[in-house]
T-cell receptor
């Protein structure tokens, strides 16, 4: 089934630990995105990639890094987790060849940093 | 920064109509999206407006006025399964999506 997958579904992490959230899409979309969703704040863009090999910073990039080695995968790494990074993380993808360039979201990863 | 406002909560009766308003102030404009998000799930795409006017898709319609920085999502013939959060998102001049905080709609029998 075509779409976006994320792993893990949920994770509890000790502060100071390193963590990589995985995102894979099989729709051959050129662009991919990472958002975090916090109660009352809505979705906020962390990092994005317009095409394989390129990445850019979003609204809240501090403490996070990404890479885009190929079209399908877009991992998000927390080098040293802090409690303020407790959130639900959504990966999304879009294809500029589609007229509206609509973003489609993965199922999310619920991360708790203690 | 971008500013997108929508009501926090709305309640309506099954079979009724609900209108969710969204106002925005962004640096440039390249389209407005509405997403539906059920509790604990991912946002799913509902509608897209880039030109002024009404877009109708079954029970859901979305309206845009670019000059007023205003959109609404109209949900008709409400069903219990429509209870969800509805997110307004604007694509700005840098082609990035900014989201409102979402409107939680509760449908009562």
């Amino acid at each position: 089934i075509a779409g976006i997958t994320q792993a893990p579904t949920s994770q509890i992490l000790a502060a100071g630990r390193r963590m990589t959230l995985r995102c894979t899409q099989d729709m051959r979309h050129n662009a991919m995105y990472w958002y975090r969703q916090d109660l009352g704040l809505g979705l906020r863009l962390i990092h994005y990639s317009n095409t394989a090999g390129t990445t850019g910073k979003g609204e809240v990039p501090d403490g996070y890094s990404v890479s885009r080695a190929n079209t399908d995968d877009f991992p998000l790494t927390l080098a040293s987790a802090v409690p303020s990074q407790t959130s639900v993380y959504f990966c999304a993808s879009s294809d500029e060849r589609e007229g509206s360039d609509t973003q489609y979201f993965g199922p999310g990863t619920r991360l708790t940093v203690l | 920064g971008q500013n997108i406002d929508q009501p926090t909560e709305m309640t309506a009766t099954e079979g009724a109509i609900v209108q969710i308003n969204c106002t925005y102030q962004t640096s440039g404009f390249n389209g407005l999206f509405w997403y539906q998000q059920h509790a604990g799930e991912a946002p799913t795409f509902l509608s897209y407006n880039v030109l002024d006017g009404l877009e109708e898709k079954g029970r859901f319609s979305s309206f845009l006025s670019r000059s007023k920085g205003y959109s609404y999502l109209l949900l008709k013939e409400l069903q219990m399964k429509d209870s969800a959060s509805y997110l307004c998102a604007v694509r700005d001049g840098d082609y990035k999506l900014s989201f409102g905080a979402g409107t939680t709609v509760t449908v009562r029998a």
